[in-house]
């Protein structure tokens, strides 16, 4: 009878080593990201870059604008001062 029980227990011992190996495998693809998963999360990710690279954009085109505007009064008073024209 022993001789037939041990076949049982490796049969056993297989069968519970590939069930725990299904249940990580099945862990692992459950936490994996597919391409087009990874590919949407980088494409937001650029259109959130873009998004403040346009709005730096508008910024500094302001800035540009409201120092131009005070050097023209300041070049305006500079020469009311001085009479320099």
């Not at 508008?58 to 024209?85: A, P, V």
């Amino acid at each position: 009878m022993p001789e037939n029980q041990e076949p049982n227990d490796k049969d056993y011992e297989i069968s519970r080593q590939l069930r725990s190996l299904n249940r990580r495998v099945e862990r692992l693809e459950d936490t994996q990201l597919t391409g087009r998963e990874l590919n949407r999360g980088f494409d937001k990710i650029y259109e959130e870059i873009d998004h403040l690279e346009d709005k730096f954009d508008l910024l500094q085109s302001e800035f540009n604008t409201f120092r131009n505007e005070i050097n023209q009064k300041l070049d305006t008073i500079l020469k009311h001062i001085t009479g320099i024209n």
